[in-house]
């Protein structure tokens, strides 16, 4: 049989190397799966901030032009008739897939609000807009 392998037969993988190259993988997996996970919510959180921050400012640039706060962030989508755009082309969903929440504080304060990954509102995960200076 060891001749075989000097004359080119059956060159293939043994089943224990097989075994070590399975074990090695498996390793990696486990050290880069973790990293990866991590780093994709990250990004989620900071997308989500980052949407947060532009409907907010479209948001007060609304009360400028109209001395009152839009009854909703649809709203913002239709044309205004001073300016002949819209503030917003289109509201986007936070990065969990769920929408964004305008919550109207009085006349000119406001809140807009991710409910996070879990999905359910006022849990830690929440994002607000304005942002805690803890953030």
């Known amino acids: 049989m060891g001749d075989a392998r000097k004359r080119g037969g ?7 190397e097989l075994m070590v190259v399975i074990v090695i993988m ?14 994709l919510d990250r990004a989620d959180h900071k ?10 400012n479209a948001v007060s ?3 400028i032009e109209h001395r009152r706060l839009p009854d909703s ?8 008739p001073k300016l002949g755009a819209p503030f917003m082309d289109g509201i ?5 897939g769920t929408p964004y929440e305008l919550e109207r504080d009085g006349r000119q304060r406001f809140r807009i ?6 999905r359910a509102p006022g849990t830690d ?3 607000v807009w304005p942002f805690d200076v803890n953030e």
Not at 26 to 39: C, H, K, R
Not at 73 to 78: A, K, S
């Open 10 to 16: 059956d060159g293939g993988f043994t089943l224990v």
């Open 125 to 127: 995960d929440d994002l």
């Open 47 to 56: 997308r989500g901030k980052t949407q947060l921050a532009m409907m907010a």
């Open 92 to 96: 986007p969903k936070d990065p969990w």
């Open 61 to 63: 640039s609304y009360y």
């Open 26 to 39: 498996g390793g990696l997996a486990a050290l880069v799966t973790p990293n990866v996970i991590g780093a």
């Open 113 to 118: 609000r991710s409910c996070g990954k879990d």
């Open 73 to 80: 962030l649809e709203e913002l989508t239709e044309p205004d």
